[in-house]
């Protein structure tokens, strides 16, 4: 068997090379759609990065908040350039919360991790679950969120702060990208990159994890969602798992501004509406 080619399968952008063209769209439709929504700042740390992006509709009916966590591989990419994404649970009446957070390699994974957890938990203040969303690294720290045990991090907390999480071309075994170039931001090694996937944390029986990728993503991307949802989904956790037809690494969440589309749809749902 040929040994699997891990930089070829993880790089997305150069699989995708309009990406830039992608991205600037991103830029600049999320800072459309906040001056038609603007949000409000919650910061949740020091410095601009650690701030909570929250968009609240007019008449809320979600018995969640939604938070959604952005990508760009740990190393890339703030909040402010999926601000429009917010659109399509924001008209069912579901309040949205983008965070922040800093990157590597001025911080670790791990540390982004604790800094998503203390994102979380200022949110927590709101009184409502949270249903966890990301995409790429997002769909990882939206995995290790569901995996968190809050009570252990806060008495003061619900056990399930967050029920379900819904991970879009989510990592969820990070020691494919130790011989990655992607790592040279990263630094981790076997142990450290082990210690930071959510596929090796403890499954989060009684919960709901939906792990989606688009249909035209590389094997390892499709591998690594439909690995969480066997190896969760055998230690009773209710595990989905799609692959969208005719989706790549950054189109496949073009769906979330779409009110109408069954992504919305179905983060809507497990927002309780």
């Not at 252990?152 to 071309?169: C, G, M, Q, R, T």
Request: hydrophobic share 45%; net charge negative; with cysteine.
């Amino acid at each position: 068997m040929a040994a699997i080619d891990y930089e070829a399968q993880y790089d997305n952008r150069a699989r995708v090379p309009e990406n830039p063209q992608i991205i600037a769209g991103w830029a600049q439709d999320a800072a459309d759609f906040r001056q038609e929504a603007p949000p409000t700042a919650l910061p949740y740390g020091e410095g601009e990065r650690l701030t909570i992006d929250l968009f609240t509709p007019v008449e809320p009916r979600g018995l969640a908040t939604l938070v959604f966590i952005h990508g760009g591989y740990w190393r890339a990419l703030d909040r402010s350039y999926f601000s429009h994404l917010a659109r399509g649970a924001l008209e069912h009446g579901v309040s949205v919360a983008i965070p922040g957070y800093d990157l590597c390699p001025q911080v670790s994974v791990a540390d982004i991790v604790d800094q998503m957890r203390a994102a979380c938990r200022v949110l927590a203040g709101l009184g409502r679950p949270l249903v966890v969303a990301g995409h790429s690294a997002g769909g990882h720290l939206a995995a290790c969120m569901l995996a968190t045990d809050w009570k252990s991090l806060d008495p003061e907390l619900p056990p399930a702060l967050v029920p379900a999480a819904y991970a879009i071309s989510g990592l969820f075994d990070l020691r494919p990208l130790v011989s990655t170039s992607i790592n040279e931001a990263l630094c981790l090694d076997d142990d450290s990159a082990r210690a930071a996937s959510p596929l090796f944390m403890p499954a989060p029986a009684g919960l709901s994890l939906d792990a989606v990728v688009g249909g035209d993503e590389s094997e390892e991307f499709l591998r690594q969602s439909r690995m969480i949802v066997d190896e969760w989904g055998a230690q009773s956790v209710a595990t989905r798992y799609e692959a969208i037809p005719d989706r790549h690494h950054f189109d496949v969440v073009a769906p979330l501004s779409d009110p109408d589309s069954p992504m919305t749809r179905r983060l809507v749902a497990l927002s309780g509406l």
